[in-house]
């Protein structure tokens, strides 16, 4: 039986779905199980499936695909314009990109890491200078080669629209203004409010043993099925806490700190938020390219909506402090639940973002979001970063950075060659608060389903609204088409201001 | 720079080995930590990857490679010339299949082992019947395809040949012959000598905790490393045990019974045995032809090597006796030490090959064999089966087989479609004869090392002797070189006859 054009397509697509899925195994093993002599052969596994996954991407049979498609008459449903759509870009990005770049990029990356943790840990920003600047060399050539294929008009907007397809510079600008102009004060209240707040017991040890059954505790909570017959889910212990998988097999790891019970929670809030999204894209576009999360900003959100939105309400904590009374022998029978509350929802500016709270995690991103735009326009120059780093936090946080590690060199991004990543984790934020615009519309009552331990009212509205959903629009226009909204910070602003306000009496 | 045929050879198997290396862990994974809803896309998973596995090794380029060095007038050594022997085999069995007909052997196999679960569960053998007669036909179309490349003069010897390299039905009829009549009248006298040991106190429970803590031991003991920064082993738990890895990442498992510590005792023996074998293969061969086990029953011959003949010695447990007290709370602290190596050693004809001791064992294997050989010779059906399987049962055992399920059906393997995989089990036996004599000539007090816990003697003869040779000649020809002699069961009987006279006064 001969295929169609578009049957063709979704077999290749299947297989390099398929392969990338196999991959992220590897990478899983790699975090979590591998013997550490297993390195050199992972690494070569890793480069050998890379390979192949690029010559099924770049395969020449998928131009005649495209091009059968193209010159056919046969008219196509939403669904199949936009397989298609996702099939040419990834095939003409692919192809754009010469072999010799890609494997460049991938070795400066290398070095680049391991020059940045030589000199993070010395403290010393002169011996990861001169690699940066290759690294992002390398990414501007890069960015100038797909700058086409992408539709952008900066090099930035290119590197920008790996992680957020279709957004820009000018429109994150915009909207990053928004948020600054909001959360710049709200900080400077909040932290002025929540500054008496005696938050020592928090540090209260916890056994490991027992956070684990309080992984358990979470994961039903949340419908993240990791223990029935048909689980597809599984919670595992690694040094950094991510998500990864594909439909039937996602799974999160989670450190636990026995002095800081709530890092693990909200962890595990978050990394199951990530899982879900995965877990719930639309199963009848499995193995295609619609198949897929809409963006890194999107996956952002889910997994900020679980953690903060609803992790962060008085009524998670009305469900969830006895059971955690419960489980840790009541080791915070003795706090206030309102004052617990407020510790885990503390504003405090600090100089390192994956610490930072609700309020000013965002100011955290923003700055690394100024600098990227300006470096890639050539406004400003690699070796001016420590400086403007530094003059940013003092002026958006208030936080005054004594050296580099903490400073810029805090986060391993840049060295991997992630420029244009950072504005995901604050948009992330920026949809949550329009989604939550929405879903208070819809589901008024949703925060007391919470208080009495039902998450499924909203898990089902995200599944229906966003998971569904996956990659059939641009980011952008599935908030719009969800919303009836551009993209807009206030919401989350509101939220914030309203939930503060409640909570501190600002 | 361009490459000779030669490097160009080298860079293929490279890739083969590599993704066949990706492919085990995943493997891996499916047996330890993949959620059970993941069953479905890791078959997509594995699929992909047998099919570009196949891709590699058939691919037309092989074919010029292998024609570029035989019509070249360049010297090569006997390692090279291994390596190309190897490579065209290979590449030379890979293209005489049709693809349908390895996609037919792979669906067939998921249908009759679903079938042989299901007969097996119901003790119905006439449920399994059709679909083994349907996988035999299968088995030997492929073997009838394979015959001329393999050098096979029957279609029996062309799947021996899959797991022992160059050995024939008539050279195994011969040397199981001799094992057979050495070992039917020992079973009988052993069998009487032990009968009166009482070995219920092998059932004491001993918590799996502590097991596990007895794993701990057993590595370290096999300098089978699973916890330094740069251990190349781990130890998970399954279902059934088994090793799988290469070179630097070599992962065994077993599964502990809190009523039967030596069950985990000996499997840990067994599978480190095996993952030391994959460990110190030559390191100069990593990702050539070369550089891989020798053949299945060198393999068994390792992993037996280190259960039986060390593990089941009055010097192994002089060592570990006081010690598996010691972890155990003085659990056996009650036990005569020579009534419990009497009880690690005792000898009950069963039905259940997997549960066989040392004495009896190979005659399980052999009465496997002779039907298999005798099946694809035509000269019994398969309808037959299980009243021959009955009747040898009683022959050379003296057991009497009430069902089916724990008849003939009791393994996976003809489910599964190996046929021609169990000669490799009694023939590790017969090898580890071989090596003993040797190792009792090279290095005569190795036992008292044992007995002072020390292992690494017998590890590096071990190494330098079989595990570095790696697949450097085929399996016959390696025994040949280590002790000088043709195949034979002479030394493993004449060891058994030798410790059971001592243990029981035969």
Redesign the interface.
């Known amino acids: 039986m001969k295929m169609n054009a578009y049957e063709r397509l979704l077999q290749k697509s299947r ?1 390099i779905v ?2 990338s ?2 991959t992220a ?2 990478g899983w ?1 790699f975090e979590t ?10 690494s ?2 890793g480069a ?2 890379q390979r ?1 996954l690029h010559q099924l991407k770049t395969d020449p049979e998928n131009a005649e695909i495209i091009k059968a498609i193209q010159s056919g008459h046969k008219h196509y449903d939403a669904v199949q314009e936009r397989n298609i759509y996702l099939f040419k870009k990834e095939y003409e990005e692919a192809t754009r990109l010469p072999e010799s770049l890609v494997s460049d990029i991938a070795k400066q990356s290398t070095i680049a890491v391991t020059a940045w943790k030589k000199a993070k840990s010395k403290k010393d920003w002169s011996l990861f200078k001169p690699e940066l600047m290759k690294t992002i060399e390398l990414h501007k050539k890069r960015a100038e080669l797909l700058m086409e294929v992408k539709g952008a008009k900066t090099l930035y907007d290119a590197m920008i629209d790996d992680f957020e397809p279709g957004m820009t510079q000018d429109v994150i600008t915009k909207v990053f203004d928004e948020l600054k102009a909001g959360l710049i004060p709200l900080t400077k209240k909040c932290t002025d409010a929540s500054s008496s707040l005696d938050t020592s017991y928090l540090s209260r040890p916890v056994p490991i043993e027992v956070q684990r059954k309080m992984a358990f505790d979470i994961a039903k909570f949340l419908d993240y ?2 223990t ?7 919670i ?1 212990e690694t040094e950094h806490p991510f998500t990864t ?5 996602v ?1 999160v790891t989670v450190h636990y700190h026995e002095n800081n019970v709530a890092s693990a929670l909200y962890a595990l809030l978050h990394e199951i938020g990530h899982a879900l999204y995965e877990q719930n894209l639309n199963p009848e576009w499995k ?1 295609q390219p619609i198949g897929e999360a809409a963006s890194m900003g999107i996956h952002e959100s889910m997994s900020r909506f679980v953690e903060n939105i609803v992790g962060r309400t008085e009524e998670f904590w009305k469900f969830y402090f006895p059971k955690l009374n419960q489980i840790t022998s009541n080791k915070f029978a003795d706090i206030d639940l309102m004052d617990f509350i407020r510790s885990m929802n503390i504003v405090k500016p600090s100089k390192i973002r994956i610490e930072a709270d609700e309020v000013t995690y965002s100011l955290h991103v923003i700055i690394r979001f100024e600098i990227e735009r300006d470096l890639m326009a050539d406004r400003i120059e690699v070796s001016e970063l420590p400086q403007i780093w530094n003059e940013k936090y003092e002026k958006y946080l208030g936080v005054e950075i004594e050296n580099d590690s903490e400073g810029v060199m805090q986060d391993t991004h840049w060295a991997s060659g992630l420029i244009g990543y950072f504005p995901s984790y604050a948009l992330g934020n920026v949809y949550d608060g329009m989604w939550l615009e929405k879903i208070n519309s819809d589901i008024p009552n949703w925060r007391e389903n919470i208080s009495q331990g039902d998450f499924l009212t909203v898990k089902n509205w995200l599944v229906e609204n966003i998971h569904r959903k996956a990659r059939l629009y641009e980011p952008n226009e599935l908030a719009m088409k969800l919303t009836g909204k551009q993209l807009t910070a206030k919401p989350f602003i509101e939220y914030l201001n309203d939930k503060y306000s409640r909570l501190f009496g600002l």
Chains 1, 2 share one sequence.
């Open positions: 297989e398929i392969l899925s196999a195994v590897l093993d199980y591998m013997p550490p002599k297993g390195m050199n052969l992972r070569e596994q050998l499936l192949i099925d990791i029935s017959e048909n689980a597809g889910g599984r595992d998988g594909y439909y039937d097999d799974r193995y």
